[in-house]
């Protein structure tokens, strides 16, 4: 997906592009949900609202199935998951918004647990829980099934993605890895230190502040992701 507003679908094996949706919007984000459905969120451009839609594949062709528009989204969707084991994904938006969407694009539940834009969303490896990252400073971890928040992380800097190591018992505690950092155009305006503003945090559910951080990103960190192992993560920035 892409600022060109196309979806481009691949084979892994050849490296060769197999399907193409054209004029859908600036996309911002795209999952793979179950039985060959994907789900995307665009933002809109022109005359083209913002919108999330569901996608199935078959044959090598994109068909569009069912999708919602602006203006009955909450606000512009900025990023979507979708659990691979059931008919509902969670999508996170601008306004500081978390939904719950059944796959005929109908609301389930909303929940805006943040003030500022929800930039990034991951799900745990089991599919049971979602944390939402977002420009307020906070990861806030829900409970997929209802959106029910089990807990919420605070930090000193914007983030833009947060992951969470695999959890052996639902009784353990979340262990969350939170990345971001302020935008140097932002720093300039603010007067605020750069200081390890990009080093990645890590917290762990009942800890008072981090238990860990990791430097090395010079810059605002947009993207980590936990090894379902837990033997390490990786970071984009």
């Known amino acids: 997906v892409g600022a060109d507003q196309r979806l481009l679908v691949w084979e892994c094996a050849s490296g060769k592009q197999i399907a193409e949706a054209a004029d ?5 984000s795209v ?15 022109a005359s083209t609202p913002a919108a999330l839609s569901v996608w199935r594949l078959e044959d090598g062709k994109l068909t569009p199935g069912p999708s919602v528009t602006a203006p009955a989204l909450p606000s512009k969707p900025l990023q979507v998951r979708w659990p691979r ?22 609301l389930l539940k909303k929940v805006q647990p943040h003030t500022a834009r ?6 745990s490896i089991d599919f049971e829980m979602v ?10 971890v829900f409970r997929i099934s209802d959106l029910k928040e089990r807990a919420c ?8 993605d947060a992951a969470m190591f695999p959890v052996g018992d639902r009784s353990d505690p979340i262990e969350v890895l939170c990345a971001g950092g302020q ?12 200081k390890g503003q990009f080093d990645i945090v890590v917290l762990v559910e009942g800890e008072e502040g981090p238990v860990q951080t990791f430097g090395g990103h010079f ?19």
């Open 31 to 45: 999952c793979w949900g179950p039985d060959g459905k994907l789900v995307t969120s665009s933002s809109g451009f």
């Open 153 to 160: 992380f605070t930090v000193d800097r914007p983030l833009n």
């Open 85 to 106: 084991k059931i008919e509902k994904f969670v999508s996170g938006h601008e306004g500081g918004e978390v939904c719950l969407w059944n796959s005929s694009c109908e």
């Open 131 to 140: 944390v939402s990252a977002s420009l307020d400073m906070t990861a806030r």
């Open 183 to 194: 935008d140097a155009r932002d720093v300039a305006i603010s007067n605020v230190s750069t």
């Open 24 to 28: 859908l919007g600036i996309l911002k």
């Open 118 to 123: 929800v930039i990034g969303i991951q799900l």
């Open 219 to 237: 810059g605002p960190v947009h993207a980590v992701i936990a090894l379902p192992d837990q033997s390490g993560f990786v970071t984009g920035g």
